[in-house]
């Protein structure tokens, strides 16, 4: 019995359901631990435990899947080791998203004790506050859980001919923007063909971030050319520390205290989804989009 890695390169489009890899592993001797997909090298990677490689390539092929590689744990070189880290963050985003998670609950379950105490008296206003702690607790809960579902998940894209101003005006209904902050949106607007929705949590995670960085003026524009538009948002904020620049679009490369560090590699997955670029730059802070028109 010995410890393997499968890997296989994937079209992000086209990837199995990860449920139907670990079924029936049982039947072949195999032990199925970790299951994982990393969307920015387009691998999926299964780490069990197997008599030999023979039974993994049986249980594959019994699923109609080839892999592209098969390796013992003990006979490691640095690209598994890398195939593992990745495994390992994955661990790591599933222990801080479960303590986040954790903490609001307990938030929320405070909150609402609090709550039935008071409602025998007259302390409405403190009541309000607490509603809205619960309110906010269940918020970032929610927000927490479509973060990493959307890191683990494959979605293929539901593309339709979709109009870049809509989808920004639509990110903006998402927020209570501080009323010391101003937003300005292109007058101009251009059509593409893109997954509307993952487009808007693009557009949503970069304006939020802006906003949690205590921006006061968020502005963005559009360029439109013959084969492509450029979206870039620009803030006033403080702007990313030079050795944070290369950083910020890794999962998991946060500097805020309760972040997850996932919003921007997501943004990443999405615009490579679409066969687009996002880049960022400094003075100001910009974030740049290309995407390809159709
Ligand atoms: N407009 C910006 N100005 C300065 N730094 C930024 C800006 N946008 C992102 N960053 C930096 O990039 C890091 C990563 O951003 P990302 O959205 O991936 O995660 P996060 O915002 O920290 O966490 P979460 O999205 O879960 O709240 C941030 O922690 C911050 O340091
Ligand atoms: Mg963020």
């Not at 803030?235 to 910020?248: A, F, M, V």
């Not at 921007?264 to 028109?293: A, D, M, W, Y």
Request: net charge neutral.
């Amino acid at each position: 019995m010995g410890y393997f890695l499968a890997v296989k390169k994937i079209n992000p489009e086209s990837c199995p359901d990860l449920e139907s890899v670990r079924q029936n592993a049982d039947e072949f001797g195999i032990k199925v631990y970790q299951l994982a997909f990393n969307r920015e090298l387009h691998k999926m990677y299964c780490l069990c435990q197997s008599p030999s490689e023979n039974e993994i390539k049986e249980h594959l092929k019994k699923l109609q899947i080839t892999c592209d590689e098969i390796v013992e744990i003990e006979n490691q070189n640095a690209s598994n080791f890398e195939a593992l880290s990745n495994i390992t963050k994955i661990g790591q985003t599933i222990a801080n998203f479960s303590h986040e998670i954790r903490q609001s609950i307990s938030i929320a379950s405070i909150n609402s004790h609090l709550i039935q105490k008071k409602l025998d008296t007259k302390e409405f206003e403190r009541v309000k506050t607490n509603v809205t702690r619960i309110e906010n607790a269940i918020e970032k809960m929610t927000r927490q859980i479509n973060e990493v579902l959307d890191f683990v998940r494959v979605a293929p894209l539901l593309k339709k001919e979709s109009s870049i101003k809509k989808i920004l005006q639509d990110a903006l209904i998402g927020f209570t923007i501080p009323q010391d902050v101003s937003i300005k949106i292109p007058d101009n607007d251009s059509i593409v063909m893109c997954d509307g929705e993952k487009i808007q949590s693009v557009f949503s995670n970069i304006i939020g971030n802006a906003i949690s960085i205590h921006a006061k003026r968020i502005t963005v524009t559009l360029n439109e050319e013959s084969h492509f538009v450029e979206v870039n948002f620009s803030d006033d904020g403080p702007g990313i520390p030079k050795e944070n620049i290369e950083k910020i679009f890794e999962p998991l490369f946060t500097t805020k205290p309760t972040g997850t560090g996932l919003g921007l590699s997501i943004c990443k997955s999405i615009i490579e989804q679409h066969n687009g670029t996002i880049k960022v730059r400094n003075h100001p802070t910009t974030f740049t989009i290309v995407l390809p028109k159709r």
